[in-house]
C-alpha cells in the first residue's frame, strides 16, 4: 500500500486466481453446476455491438451506441483423465464434446463468478451465458502436461445472477461478540463471527430476528425482536448447519 495515498481500511489487492467458472452438466431449467477444475489463465470480455448515431452536430466525428453487450472468455486447464476410464474430468468432457458438435449441441451453458480467498465476494461480478466451444491442445512437446486451451464464445446477451459463491468450504457459523450491549425490542444489532455468509436464519431466545442483513463473513445486521430482558440465545443458521448459541444480555 501507498503510505502517501492509503486505501480505506478493509480493502486488499484482488488476486489472478480469485475467478471460478462453471459448468452446467444439467438441464438450462435445472442446472448441475460444476466447477472447471485446475483452472488458469482466465480472462473474460464483454464484447460490444454498436449502432450509428452520427448526426450533423458530431462535425464528421464518428458517434455509435451501445446497444448490446455478449460474453466472451479464454483459459486454460489440465487434462485430467480418469485411470479406470480414461474420460477427462466430467466438465472437460462436456467442452470437447461441444467443440466438435454442430447445432444446440455445440452451445455450453456456464457461469462464472468472483471467488475471493478472503472477504466477501463482488456480489455484481458474476453472469451466466450459453456459449459456443473452440478447444485446442497448448502444450505439444514430448514430455510435457497436456494443457487445453479453451475459448468460449457468447451466444446472444449474458444474464447477470448473484454471485453464487459461497467460500472455499462451508462451515458452521462461530459467533464472537453482540454489539451494542444491552440493545433490546425494535434496536438494530450487529453480529460478529466467522461464516456468517449465506446466513438464512438468526433466533434470539428461539423467536427470529427482524431485517436481517448480511454484512459480510464476519457480521450480519438485525433488528432485534420483542423480548424480555436478561440473557438469551442467539443461533445462526447457514447452509453448512447452526451455530452453537451465543448468550446475550439483552434490554427489554
Known amino acids: 500500500m501507498n503510505a502517501r495515498v492509503p486505501l480505506p481500511a478493509g480493502h486488499s489487492l484482488g488476486k489472478s486466481f480469485e475467478h471460478g467458472l462453471d459448468i452446467n452438466l444439467g438441464l438450462p431449467g435445472s442446472p448441475e453446476w460444476q466447477s472447471v477444475r485446475r483452472m488458469s489463465a482466465w480472462a473474460p470480455t464483454y464484447p460490444e455491438t454498436t449502432e450509428a448515431v452520427t448526426s450533423y452536430d458530431d462535425l464528421g466525428a464518428s458517434n455509435e451506441d451501445v446497444t448490446g453487450r455478449s460474453f466472451a472468455t479464454a483459459f486454460t486447464v489440465q487434462a485430467n483423465r480418469s485411470l479406470t476410464t480414461g474420460l477427462y474430468l466430467p466438465e472437460v468432457e462436456v467442452l470437447l464434446a461441444a467443440s466438435r458438435a454442430k447445432g444446440e449441441a455445440a452451445v455450453v451453458d456456464v457461469r462464472w463468478y468472483h471467488k475471493p480467498e478472503f472477504g466477501t465476494p463482488n456480489p455484481t461480478d458474476a453472469g451466466r451465458a450459453n456459449c459456443r466451444v473452440s478447444v485446442s491442445r497448448q502444450n505439444t512437446g514430448d514430455a510435457q502436461n497436456e494443457i487445453l486451451a479453451v475459448t468460449l464464445t457468447g ?12 467460500g472455499w468450504g462451508a462451515t458452521v457459523p462461530v459467533l464472537a461478540g453482540l454489539t451494542p450491549a444491552g440493545a433490546g425490542t425494535g ?3 450487529v453480529l460478529n463471527g466467522a461464516g456468517l455468509l449465506g446466513a438464512t436464519s438468526i433466533t434470539v431466545d428461539g423467536d427470529p430476528a427482524e431485517d436481517m442483513v448480511v454484512i459480510s463473513a464476519s457480521s450480519v445486521a438485525f433488528i432485534l425482536p420483542v423480548g424480555d430482558a436478561g440473557d438469551v440465545p442467539i443461533i445462526v443458521t447457514t447452509a453448512a448447519g447452526s451455530s452453537a448459541p451465543l448468550t446475550y444480555t439483552r434490554g427489554a
Open 155 to 166: 451466444k446472444g446477451e449474458f444474464e447477470k445472477i448473484p454471485n453464487p459463491f459461497t
Open 187 to 189: 434496536d438494530l444489532v
